[in-house]
């Protein structure tokens, strides 16, 4: 609207030059490169704290996982470019080549999560490792093919600062400042260079570990701020917040810092500053025959699904099945019509290689891709919904293996299971008796066992005696009861008060089971289940688990929330995946 309103206007406000300087030396840019190289450097920051989670705790920490979305990915990017070049073969335009090759990440993520298919967790990591190639290759082809002249000695210091960074991470150190004040003199090194550097970004979000909280991290964090609640001073104050930061993974607290950041500011700010398009009906008719139009256009919308379901496809004959998609065919197809939205490196490149009307071309494609790729996924997923529903399963997911993160499989000689010994589905929950969070979560846990009829639900103990005092003893209780044959209604009992496990209370609420209260207060005495509960302490540490209450799901670490709605999707979808094994 104000590009059609006032299209001087708009481009004086994205031309206006700002500066820092320091000394005698500061970087100048218009306002649009400030964000376009500024900001967007945090955004692939963001790309890249997404990537290496998935490949320190997703499914692409099995490396061999990586090769088949890595070569799809690849194959996603040089279809369309072929295309273009297609369109635009003996003509100056072809130089605009790299336009047609990008997906733009937030907006295939956002789309996919409107419009994809039911259980999108599997299609939606697929999709990440695809589009972080697509990003990294991209930001290589600018610095490649969109770079005027390359001053050598300040990409040189950026390769020394980046090397500071590495060193940083092996030695451990923690201090946010500090890598950032790095990342900020890589960033002004490589834009001094004549790189564009957002790569920056990308780059060190790819070198920010993730990992799980250890249990000696958290029971630091608790007697940390145990000191703090004593004497609630400053400096305790201080350095519980500083334990507290330790125990969490640089990943996940950068994610957390940046990602509202970029996700409701960056991105929109710079859609503002590089979308905007003068239309009028003379430019409409010109563009639309335009071969950089139509490059753009078709390369997203028929390039980028075609080269990614048959690059797929190769890969899939070629090693006879031992590596696939993680997904279903149709799954596959939609998310590679997803993955035809071009917008910000596509724009970023446009910005690049062309000017004047050539440029509103380049655009007018990249906003067309924009539109039209969303309605070709939503109509393929449309139609695979229809499907009958084995049909349906088959088309959207794959029956490749899972990673299993729970490495001490359900015994039913030894667990203490509710629901069928033999089911599609195995729910396995480590949980501590005094945790308020376990007690919010146990009626989300049994309406589930009453709509899923075939559920096998594991309780597993995991007392967290650092923070619930009486955790221990309470889940010793529970052992003492279920060697009488009442694990489960002393569990409930426990959960229905949580307020009252103290000896005395667990006594009582023995003697109103009905127990043997010789046998059960000479077990509680004697300790008699405490190594019973260490055993599962130790499942749950060789399983990575730290906290409470944590799922698994056929064997798979269930990430995020725990309310009835997310758990019911997780189930559903390890039930659809076992239908369609069987």
Not at 372 to 380: D, K, R, Y
Not at 401 to 413: R, Y
Not at 508 to 516: M, P, Q, V
Not at 551 to 567: K, P, Q, T
Request: include cysteine; hydrophobic fraction near 50%.
């Amino acid at each position: 609207m104000w590009a059609n309103i006032s299209d001087v206007s708009y481009e004086r406000v994205w031309h206006t030059v700002t500066s820092v300087h320091v000394g005698s030396g500061g970087v100048a840019l218009p306002l649009r490169d400030w964000i376009n190289s500024g900001l967007m450097a945090l955004f692939f920051f963001v790309v890249g704290l997404e990537a290496r989670r998935e490949f320190d705790l997703g499914e692409l920490r099995d490396r061999s996982r990586v090769t088949l979305p890595l070569l799809a990915g690849i194959g996603g990017m040089a279809v369309p470019v072929a295309i273009f070049l297609a369109f635009t073969a003996g003509t100056p335009e072809a130089h605009g080549w790299g336009i047609a090759m990008s997906t733009d990440t937030a907006f295939a993520l956002g789309i996919l999560a409107i419009v994809g298919p039911r259980f999108p967790e599997r299609l939606r990591k697929f999709l990440l490792t695809l589009v972080v190639v697509d990003d990294l290759v991209a930001l290589i082809v600018i610095a490649a093919a969109y770079t005027g002249s390359v001053s050598v000695t300040p990409l040189i210091v950026a390769v020394g600062f980046f090397a500071i960074a590495i060193v940083l991470r092996a030695l451990n150190f923690r201090r946010g400042m500090v890598y950032g004040a790095v990342g900020l003199a890589a960033w002004v090194a490589v834009l001094k260079s004549g790189v564009d550097p957002v790569v920056v970004g990308l780059a060190l979000g790819l070198l920010t570990l993730a990992y799980p909280a250890s249990r000696s991290d958290l029971e630091a964090a608790t007697e940390q701020f145990r000191q703090f609640r004593e004497q609630p001073t400053a400096e305790l104050a201080r350095s519980a917040r500083t334990v507290m930061d330790a125990a969490l993974s640089p990943n996940d607290r950068m994610q957390q810092l940046w990602h509202p950041w970029t996700s409701y500011v960056i991105v929109p700010l710079f859609a503002l500053a590089n979308a905007g398009i003068a239309l009028d009906g003379h430019f409409l008719r010109h563009a639309i025959g335009s071969p950089v139009t139509l490059g753009v256009l078709v390369g997203y919308v028929v390039g980028k699904p075609l080269g990614i379901v048959a690059t797929s496809l190769l890969i899939t004959i070629a090693t006879r099945g031992k590596r696939r998609p993680p997904v279903g065919w149709a799954a596959v197809f939609g998310g590679g019509s997803v993955a035809g939205i071009g917008f910000t490196v596509a724009l970023l490149i446009a910005g690049l290689a062309f000017t004047g009307d050539t440029l509103k071309e380049a655009k007018l494609g990249i906003l067309a891709s924009a539109v039209l790729a969303p309605i070709i996924a939503w109509l393929v997923f449309r139609a695979t919904a229809a499907l009958p529903t084995r049909l349906r399963i088959r088309f959207l997911m794959s029956n490749v293996e899972a990673i299993v993160d729970l490495q001490v499989e359900v015994d039913p000689d030894r667990d203490h299971i509710r629901g069928p010994h033999e089911s599609p589905v195995t729910l396995v929950e480590h949980g501590d008796l005094e945790c308020p969070f376990c007690g919010r979560a146990e009626p989300t846990i049994r309406e589930l066992l009453q709509d899923f009829g075939d559920l096998r639900y594991v309780w597993r103990h995991l007392p967290l005696a650092d923070v619930h005092p009486n955790a221990q003893l309470a889940a010793e209780a529970s052992e003492a009861a279920g060697a009488q044959g009442k694990f489960w209604e002393m569990h409930d009992l426990l959960f229905g008060h949580q307020d009252e496990l103290e000896p005395r209370d667990l006594l009582r609420h023995a003697e109103s089971l009905g127990l043997d209260m010789d046998r059960f207060s000479h077990a509680l005495k004697s300790r008699k289940y405490a190594s019973r509960v260490a055993e599962d302490v130790d499942g749950a540490d060789l399983s990575g688990v730290s906290g409470t209450p944590s799922f698994f799901i056929n064997g798979v670490r269930h990430h995020g929330a725990y309310d009835l709605a997310s758990l019911t999707e997780a189930i559903r979808a390890a039930r659809a995946r076992s239908m369609l094994r069987a």
